[in-house]
């Protein structure tokens, strides 16, 4: 197990800079997930922290050690790939002994060893196997088995589900939840998608254009979002976005949404006039007496909620409801957001505002 | 289930124009082999016999014993061999080193790789000469093996780049996390997966130097180090008539090593390479 920091990273491809001035503790024994959309940087930090590419600029700090110049092989890192990255020429057995082969295990105990992780990732059969004979979802698990084998310090992921179908990315997703639980080791991993980081997380890091936006729990993250582009990046269905303005009210400051006749009161901001973008999670906008006049372009039922889009002058919101109470598309309803739900980011900057 | 009779026609006539093809292209082949084992009296019958009354092995014990053959076909696998082995060798090792390191002026290298293979032979034919005998390997099988190499390497290199460029780096990071050197990333991870690769350069490169003519002619006039393609010319020249059936004996014995060589690497050719390691 150990801590790593980063301490000021920068990575640049000649003029182009990947990843700028990064700086993030992880703790020892933390699931840490690097979030982002593509082109974030965040498979380049992780890239960077297993030895594969070194940063520009910056420090790495495995326990407080520099390992700015240490190779790959001798960081104790185990890393899974997107690809999964098995070695085609070789039987499951042999994938899984390599690592064990290369820090010199004896072979006996090399055979205990992969016993026991084809036993814990049930993959026994599979032993005999070459690699290119397996379902995607098998080589996955050989591929986490090639990482646990060896009990690495350091646990990294690069999107391993992102290729495998939804059923089996959610039994995957429990199951790096339970290696996790079992092993206790530092995992920092990387994904684009929001579910997995809130689902798996101690900690979200929130980054875009190789820039870190939010560090926090998954919580801090969905109830607080520290930008606007954090706040339309995690939470599905995505939040509502209104621009507006912070003018004085009846009762002190308010938000004005632009041609509408919105407000919203925030007593805590200063009514400067400040151009402002509103966000409003969709089970956060209700509908009620006097609220927003919106026509119902949209009812999406999944069974246990609907999703009802509506048409709010010139833009589209979405409502989170637990039954449609009878609505049809081109009714017209009544839109109000549930008090104190109300996100404000500034319109220029997109940073948040208040509290 | 019955077949409806016009697939049953269709698949028939498919089958009889495959067939058909393949005769066209293998006669050569089976007249070559036919003519070798004929007794020379029904050599060039009319009408002509596809096989003969008896067979005979005498022109392979004519051609094995009483001509320069041996000496020119242990000359020729000598020749191919070395300069195969040599060319494959450093085109592995620069084919590597072009896909997966960066330098400047990478691209233009792999570019200006093949420019010496896209000159007519006989343009280099003088320059050649005298570099090879300012080595001091004038009239040497050594100096047909640099030249060989000369050709070789570039055509060797441009498509193992192919080959080595197709392999996904992830597999070769993998195996560096797990504790592997560069050397044993090299030879345990990326030659066993390019070895489809490997093998079919080498065909290539072999064939292609054991089928060469113009060099082998100009560069070795000592009967003893004279390689096959211009010692059977001379075989054929020096007699007064051209005696078919050792000649064709001497095509048959010709053709053996390339066909084992096929034989030998085709597991490698159909496998397909890469497969299984990457998804997505």
Known sequence: ?355 | MKTPPMKTLGRVLRDILVWAVIGVFSFPLVWMLVTSVKPRDQTTSYPPALLPDQFTLEHYVNLLFNTAFPRLFVNSLFVSGVSTLVAVLCATAGAYGMTRYRFPGRSLMARLVLFAYLLPAVVLLVPLYVVVAGMGLGDSLWGLVVTYITFALPFALWLLRAFMAALPPDVEAAAAIDGASRWAVFFEIVIPQALPGIMATAVFTFIGAYNEYLYALVFVNADARMTLPPGVMRLVKESYNIDWNVMMAAAVVITAPVLVLFACVQRHFSQGFGAGSVKG
Not at chain 1, 128 to 150: D, H, K, N, T, Y
Not at chain 1, 218 to 241: I, K, Q
Not at chain 1, 247 to 272: E, H, I
Request: glycine letters at 10%; proline letters at 6%.
């Open chain 1, 1 to 355: 197990m150990a801590a790593i920091t980063l301490n000021g990273i920068r990575k640049s491809y000649g003029p182009h800079t990947v990843v700028e001035n990064l700086s993030i503790d992880v703790n020892r024994g933390e699931f840490l997930t690097l979030l982002g959309p593509s082109g974030c940087g965040k498979s380049t930090i992780l890239r960077m922290i297993a030895g594969l590419d070194s940063p520009t600029d910056g420090g790495i700090l495995f326990d407080g050690q520099r390992v700015n110049d240490v190779d790959p092989a001798r960081r104790n890192v185990a890393m899974v790939f997107q690809s999964y990255a098995l070695y085609p020429h070789m039987t499951v057995r042999q994938n899984l002994e390599y690592p064990l082969r290369k820090r010199g295990v004896p072979k006996a105990r090399r055979a205990g060893l992969v016993d026991d992780v084809a036993a814990i990732l049930r993959i026994g059969p599979l032993l005999e196997r070459r690699s290119s004979q397996l379902s995607g979802g098998q080589q996955q698990r050989v591929a986490l088995g090639r990482a646990m084998i060896r009990d690495p310090a350091v646990f990294l992921f690069d999107e391993p589900l992102s290729n495998l179908d939804a059923t089996l990315r959610a039994h995957m997703r429990a199951e790096i939840i339970r290696l996790h639980l079992r092993l206790g080791k530092t995992m920092v991993y990387v994904t684009h998608d929001q579910i997995e980081a809130m689902t798996m997380s101690t900690r979200i890091a929130v980054l875009d254009g190789g820039r870190l936006l939010q560090l926090g729990t998954p919580d801090e993250v969905y109830a607080r979002p520290a930008t606007r582009f954090v706040a339309g990046f995690v939470g599905t269905p995505r939040m509502n976005f209104i621009p507006g303005a912070l003018v004085q009210g009846d009762a002190g400051c308010v938000f004005r949404a632009d041609g509408l006749t919105l407000d919203v009161p925030v007593p805590s901001l200063a009514p400067s006039g400040r151009q402002v973008v509103a966000g409003i999670r969709p089970q956060d906008l209700l509908p009620a007496e006097g609220g927003l006049p919106g026509r119902v372009t949209l009812l999406e039922s999944t069974g246990q909620e609907v999703l009802v889009t509506a048409a709010l002058g010139s833009q589209e919101v979405v409502m989170r409801l637990e039954d449609a109470n009878g609505l049809r598309v081109g009714d017209t309803v009544g839109l109000a957001p549930r008090p104190g739900k109300l996100h404000l980011f500034d319109a220029e900057s997109g940073e948040r505002v208040g509290p």
